[in-house]
């Protein structure tokens, strides 16, 4: 399939999350045309069931390509990739690549063999961590929990609140009050939003421990996927897309311009 310069990324996520691995991909490809839609009118994903994100995120998708024509989408979401990544692959006839939780590198990194992952209540339940643990970290306890109000706070730290650094601290109590938190040196940021607020977190913590997430990781995969495909000899502004645009996503705009995305569209 023949693909033009101008052709664009697509960037998907329920609110700003997926900034954080927009950016290591922006790196990877600076002149990389980006489209990044955000379901605002479905925020936050991760309080939602799995039947009404396996629906919602495909026919989106499908909304988005059609206007926008990608070469290629990624699912910057960890909740919306662990419970509708194949249907939206089946949906799409153009490759899409999905968020998941970084355990693998957590475990290869972990001193004390206890690592946490920290997401959204939807993912953290999610069968597919079970399966990533037991085949990258068998010999280390796994602790989970699911933090809605890490993700509210990391949308109010991109519209330049002033934060409340108790949410960070009660997000990784969730981890450290489990038997062997005492332990964990590692946290899988398992939610794109995260890694916004990794300094709250850093800061948060009673003592030094590392944070992985998958940005890198998904960075790489993308130019691996394009690495023949023709570019742009030049940046040009991104577009941001929210399913509903309000006083709260108005307030976003000089953050999304400091990620490139300098216009803002309604789907």
């Known amino acids: 399939m023949t ?17 954080s691995i927009l950016a290591p991909a922006r ?6 045309p980006i489209v990044y839609a955000a379901d605002s009118a479905g925020f936050p994903y991760g309080t939602k069931s799995e039947a009404e994100i396996a629906a919602r995120v495909p026919a989106l998708l499908g909304r988005l390509v059609e206007r926008y024509r990608p070469r290629l989408a990624v699912i910057a979401c960890n909740t919306a990739s662990t419970i509708a990544l194949q249907h939206v692959r089946a949906a799409l006839d153009i490759p899409v690549v999905g968020t998941v939780p970084a355990i693998k590198p957590a475990a290869l ?6 690592f946490g992952v920290l997401g959204t209540d939807a993912t953290v339940r999610q069968p597919y961590v079970d399966r990533l ?10 602790l989970r929990h699911g933090s809605a109000a890490l993700v509210q706070l990391a949308e109010a730290k991109l519209r330049g609140e002033t934060l409340d ?8 109590a969730g981890l450290l009050d489990q038997p062997g938190g005492d332990r964990m040196d590692m946290v899988v940021l398992a939610c794109t939003h995260f890694p916004l607020v990794e300094r ?6 009673p003592h030094p421990m590392g944070f992985v997430h998958g940005g890198e990781g998904i960075a790489r995969r993308i130019a691996f996927l ?3 495909q023709p570019w742009p000899t ?16 108005d307030a976003l705009r000089p953050a999304l311009a400091g990620y490139g995305l300098e216009r803002l569209n309604a789907l």
């Open 226 to 228: 394009t690495k023949d």
């Open 165 to 172: 650094p108790q949410v960070a601290r009660d997000a990784l």
């Open 109 to 114: 990194l972990s001193k004390s063999r206890v």
């Open 234 to 249: 030049k940046a040009t502004p991104g577009v941001a897309v929210f399913t509903r645009v309000d006083a709260k996503v």
């Open 27 to 32: 790196a990877a490809i600076p002149t990389a």
């Open 200 to 205: 709250e977190l850093a800061a948060a913590a």
């Open 3 to 19: 693909v033009a310069p101008d052709a664009p990324i697509l960037f998907f996520d329920s609110g700003v999350g997926g900034l």
């Open 133 to 142: 643990a037991a085949e990258h970290g068998a010999d280390c306890i796994m």
